[in-house]
């Protein structure tokens, strides 16, 4: 804030994940998680929250997942961090309601991260199969429109927040996931 000024436009999307069983977990990598995807979004919140009510304006986006409402095998960090900021986004929503600031979430669906890229060429890799195969084989059960949820879809929405129109917008979980909550 003093180098730039305060902040109109929080969005929150800091996220480290590990993909293993529950018992393999350290308390290290259980407390790094808890760090980068939950705490880190409270305190920028939490040191943005005074510029953004002296202006009598602000946006606050959450970037959680589909598995902010669904289980996963071998996630419990990413699943269990992903949920709380659901919670996080109601309870900020709900004590900004008057002051002209909107919280909100976006639960965007399996998206063409680098992560997720990487675990589909290594699945390519173990069944000798090509990657657009099992790019395929992994979207298919996930989503019914059996294609990546664009990143340029979740942007869409993230602006559409920010805008005029999102004003009256708060407090709310969007999903973005290719019909998967459907499923």
């Not at 993909?19 to 305190?43: C, G, K, M, R």
């Not at 173990?126 to 979207?139: K, M, N, P």
């Not at 059960?141 to 009256?168: I, K, N, Y």
Request: hydrophobic share 45%; aromatic share 6%; net charge positive.
């Amino acid at each position: 804030a003093q180098r730039s000024g305060p902040v109109d436009i929080l969005v929150n999307h800091a996220v480290i994940r590990h993909f293993q069983p529950i018992e393999s977990f350290t308390a290290v990598q259980w407390d790094a998680s808890l760090a980068v995807n939950l705490s880190a979004a409270f305190h920028a919140v939490r040191l943005a929250l005074p510029g953004m009510k002296a202006k009598g304006w602000g946006r606050i986006v959450n970037l959680s997942s589909i598995y902010g409402a669904r289980g996963a095998e071998n996630r419990i960090d990413y699943v269990t961090t992903k949920t709380a900021l659901l919670g996080m986004t109601r309870a900020i929503a709900i004590e900004t309601a008057r002051t002209g600031i909107t919280c909100n979430a976006l639960c965007p669906g399996t998206v063409p991260s680098p992560a997720i890229l990487d675990r589909i060429a290594g699945i390519a890799r173990e069944q000798g199969v090509s990657e657009a195969l099992a790019a395929q084989d992994y979207i298919a059960p996930r989503h019914p429109t059996e294609r990546f949820v664009a990143l340029e879809s979740v942007a869409a929405m993230l602006v559409f927040l920010c805008r005029p129109a999102g004003q009256d917008i708060t407090g709310t979980t969007l999903p973005i996931d290719g019909g998967w909550q459907a499923r």
